[in-house]
């Protein structure tokens, strides 16, 4: 019998290990992969945002595509900093796999960032950035690029010797700080001999920004030029230049591209509007992070880039696509 | 050594792991193929389907437009009647309001002032609808009416909307400057009847124009974002079928229809691995099949093998007792096939060699014994003949003296030669043999041969064979002191050396040449002249007799020096009287 055994031993064991193959063939595919926990704390959740309403289309794309149901959060307001901190405070006590932030400023979220990453949270931050390095992946337009774009433009546009005023929206968020920088520098390259008269802080409202700008037009004869950084501070610096009916006089160029600001664009208002890609940031916030989570390595910093729009090139096939997401046909 | 059994086993697990193998491949990439074809069909239907439900919008659109086109008013307005303006926004909003996939309709004039579905809307100051692409080719089409690609509507002040755009001319009585009508469709319908269709998990329809812009996607955002990329120039080659495509990696199936009524092309995508969606399936069925003809195999080739091997090994491990002197061992036959023959004979050959050795031992049995008795008497007639010769010329010279002593001395010889049956007799008993013999010799050669015969005491008892002495001293004799001068000498002595009866015959006659002393014994050798082998017949014959009886280790062993004379030591068992059995059946078992 022992005979026996040993002369079947190779048969036997081939069987086994063909069974084995088959097995680990089939568990393998019956496996599924599992569904990640994932919040995105963006800085405004007002509907009436529609840059902030244009990631989270780019957000759902994405998660519709991987199958995957993110939380949205967020403040009303982008100036309330002091409730995004709270919010992602509680983000974290919640403990998700993953975290997806826009912060509202660039010191104040810090040390929550790095708390996150303590806990294990994979963190990608998208729009504006943070001092801390907690995150694993920065998606964002580079907007000292893409304050200079707008610099080179009203530069251009005021001639070499042209005084200029710059309508920022929030003083410590990355965003402003970089477009204001940029701004700088690719006005003073185009116009050597120009002036930036200084710069405004609007809070992110469209009264302040309004009252900023109508003051300026007002008490600045020698003003010829007006840049805003972002999509609520440009509303409320073209409606005073339209309320002081100074649209010929003054040029503008602006930030982003809600319905309104194309409107203004249209009507000359607005000489042109540095457009970023809000729905990219979106999408490619929760690919981002998807990767990380999956342990793939992810890029430090993406650009999703910025392009300057102006009456001429509107309605160009490209520009069409990137001013008017395809999500709000309806 | 590899059994039958396995070398079986692994030719017949190969064999069918090879044809399982083969077979596996072919039928499962035959059956591959056609799923992939019945997929591929299916899908082409449904494209179909899809176009044809896009025909038929497109062309119910086309008579809506007709309606608005040949309408009274209309072409009233459009030839500058205001006053029936009213009628035709009622009109529009009429037909508006029934359909909720026209966003916009709009009829311009001559000179381009508008008339909205909806009185609220107002013409955006900063368009100018002549430069407008849906403009120009309506005028161009001379009134037959065109479909825009996926487009952004911005010709109402305050609205932006993805569309699709029908416009066609509305002919005025100014020639050269007609009116033109607009109806934007939203995707609601075309998204209804791609939606309608899956095509598989992941697969999508999207529909491109004949100028390649892209019409309807999915994933229209993620293509204008450029996070997503489409193969419309591949699509754009043909016009209609199916290409495979390689969508980084992932091979995927373009089938391309195109519509009649629009130019567009619609493309169903399925993804390869889910077009063969029971591919898995059809895989682990075939996995599974494989693995149970394999195992049955296995399982038969098992029961197979050990049919034909078990029998083999059975003869085999009884080959094995036999060759281990086991001649009693027999197959028990329960096969009837070859092994079951084989086995047969195998048995009847066994029972063969036992009734050859049974006759075998019983010829050796009765050679020995008459060997035996040869040997024993060999000796008689021609010492017989000389001595009653001697006995004739002593009674003729009237020495009457030496004739009684000599004939006493012949009668206790014979006595003792011829007492039948017991081959042992007592060491006593063949010590008179020889003296008598010595008697009858020392008075034939006149006192000229001298004897003296020593024993042991308490020697008496035991038991020898007999007439072993008197061979040995008469080949002392006759080849010792008889080729000597003057007067010899026989000693006789008989004593015990351990467990050894020991007689010693020593003479001093003229010895052994030392060439000669190793051929005595040697029962081969045939070569030396007739004296020498006359003279060993009768020493070979007591050795020999010994060592049939006590088996070897006892017999005969000669020490010589040429001139001085010969030792000859008689060695046997010491055996006391009446104990003989136990001597003699180890003289048997020898002899196996």
Not at chain 1, 176 to 181: F, G, T, V
Not at chain 2, 502 to 518: A, K, N, R, S, T
Request: charge should be negative; hydrophobic fraction near 40%; include cysteine.
């Amino acid at each position: 019998m022992t005979r026996t055994i040993k002369h079947l031993s190779p048969v036997v064991g081939l069987l086994l290990l063909v069974a084995a193959v088959v097995t680990g063939v089939f568990a393998v595919q019956f496996s599924g992969e599992r569904e990640y926990e994932i919040v995105v704390v963006l800085k405004s959740t007002n509907p009436e945002m529609e840059f902030w309403e244009i990631v989270g289309a780019g957000i759902e794309t994405a998660a519709r595509e991987y199958d995957m149901s993110p939380e949205i959060v967020g403040p009303w307001l982008e100036k309330d900093i002091d409730d995004q901190i709270r919010i992602f405070n509680d983000v974290i006590e919640q403990r998700p796999d993953g975290v997806i932030l826009a912060a509202s400023d660039y010191e104040a979220l810090s040390p929550l960032a790095d708390e996150a990453r303590d806990r294990g949270i994979e963190l990608v931050t998208i729009d504006s950035g943070l001092r801390s390095d907690a995150a694993s992946s920065f998606i964002a337009t580079d907007n000292l690029r893409a304050g200079r774009k707008a610099g080179q433009r009203i530069g251009e546009l005021v001639g070499e010797s042209g005084n200029i005023a710059l309508i920022s929206h929030i003083r410590e968020v990355a965003t402003a700080i970089d477009r204001e920088e940029g701004v700088r520098e690719g006005f003073e390259a185009v116009s050597p001999e120009g002036t930036i008269l200084g710069t405004y802080y609007t809070d992110n409202e469209i009264e302040i920004a309004y009252g900023h700008a109508m003051y300026l037009l007002e008490n600045e004869p020698d003003l010829s030029g007006l840049v805003a950084t972002n999509e609520l501070t440009t509303i409320g610096v073209a409606r005073a230049i339209v309320d002081a009916g100074m649209s010929d006089s003054v040029h503008f160029v602006g930030f982003d591209h809600s319905k309104e600001e194309i409107t203004l664009l249209e009507q000359s208002v607005i000489d042109a509007l540095v457009v970023q890609k809000p729905f990219n940031m979106g999408y490619l916030g929760i690919t981002t992070l998807r990767s990380a989570l999956a342990g793939e390595t992810v890029p430090e910093f993406v650009d999703t880039g910025s392009v300057i729009v102006d009456r001429d090139n509107l309605y160009t096939a490209e520009n069409q696509r990137l001013l008017f997401p395809f999500t709000d046909r309806q | 050594m590899r059994s039958i059994q396995s070398a079986m086993l692994m030719a017949f697990s190969g064999l069918v792991l090879l044809t399982v193998l083969i077979m596996g491949v072919v039928s499962y990439t035959l059956a591959e193929d056609a799923l992939a074809q019945t997929a591929r069909d299916y899908t082409g239907q449904l494209i179909g389907q899809v176009t044809q439900g896009i025909d038929t919008y497109i062309d119910h659109m086309q008579d809506i437009s007709e309606v608005v086109v040949r309408n009274s008013d209309v072409t009233a307005v459009v030839s500058g009647n205001d006053s029936v303006r009213g009628d035709v926004g009622a009109l529009l909003s009429s037909i508006q309001q029934t359909r909720d996939d026209i966003s916009l309709m709009v009829v311009l004039d001559a000179d381009d002032e508008p008339v909205f579905h909806d009185e609220s809307l107002s013409l955006n100051p900063a368009v100018e609808p002549a430069q407008q692409d849906w403009y120009r080719d309506a005028v161009e089409a001379k009134g037959r009416s065109v479909v825009s690609s996926a487009r952004v509507q911005n010709v109402v002040l305050d609205r932006y909307a993805w569309v699709l755009t029908l416009s066609r001319t509305i002919d005025s009585d100014t020639p050269n400057s007609p009116g033109v009508f607009l109806v934007d469709l939203n995707f609601r319908v075309i998204e209804e009847l791609v939606q309608r269709v899956e095509l598989g998990r992941r697969g999508y329809i999207f529909i491109v124009d004949d100028r390649g812009g892209l019409v309807f996607h999915p994933q229209q955002q993620l293509i204008y974002s450029n996070l997503r990329e489409e193969r419309i120039a591949e699509v754009m080659d043909i016009e209609r079928g199916s290409i495979r495509v390689d969508g980084d990696g992932t091979p995927m199936l373009y089938t391309v229809a195109r519509s009649e009524a629009t130019g567009w092309r619609i493309v169903g995508v399925n993804y390869v691995d889910e077009l063969l969606y029971n591919r898995t399936a059809l895989q682990r069925y075939y996995a599974l099949w494989g693995l149970v003809c394999f195992a049955a195999v296995i399982l038969v080739s098992v029961l197979i093998a050990s049919q034909i091997s078990r029998p083999l090994r059975a003869l085999s491990e009884s080959m094995a007792a036999v060759e281990q002197g086991d001649f009693t061992s027999r197959l028990e036959n329960r096969w009837h096939n070859e092994i079951g023959e084989l086995a047969h004979d195998f048995n009847l050959m066994l029972d063969t060699i036992a009734d050859l050795m049974r006759e075998n031992e019983r010829e050796q049995e009765a050679k020995r014994i008459s060997e035996l008795k040869a040997l024993q008497h060999q000796i008689t007639p021609h010492f017989l003949y000389n001595t009653l010769d001697s006995i004739i010329w002593m009674a003729d010279g009237r020495e009457f003296e030496d004739v009684i002593e000599m004939t006493s001395a012949l009668a206790r010889l014979l006595r003792l030669s011829i007492r039948q049956g017991d081959e042992l007799v007592s060491v006593e008993d063949e010590v008179e043999h020889v003296t008598s013999y010595l008697r009858i010799q020392s008075i034939r050669y006149r006192e000229s041969l001298k004897y003296d015969v020593e024993m042991e005491p308490g020697m008496a008892s035991f038991r020898s064979l007999k007439v072993i002495l008197q061979p040995i001293v008469e080949n002392a004799i006759y080849h010792g002191l008889r080729e000597r001068a003057g007067s010899g000498s026989v000693q006789i002595r008989c004593f015990r050396e351990g467990e050894c009866l020991v007689f010693e015959v020593v003479d001093d006659g003229v010895g052994i040449d030392e060439e000669i002393l190793p051929m005595l014994l040697d029962y081969s050798n045939t070569a030396h002249n007739t004296d020498d082998r006359e003279r060993s017949v009768g020493v070979r014959n007591v050795d020999e007799r010994i060592r049939l009886y006590f088996g070897g280790g006892f017999g005969l062993s000669f020490e010589s020096k040429p001139g001085y004379g010969t030792r000859v030591r008689i060695t046997q068992p010491l055996i006391p009287v009446g104990e003989e059995i136990a001597a003699h059946s180890s003289t048997k078992g020898h002899m196996r």
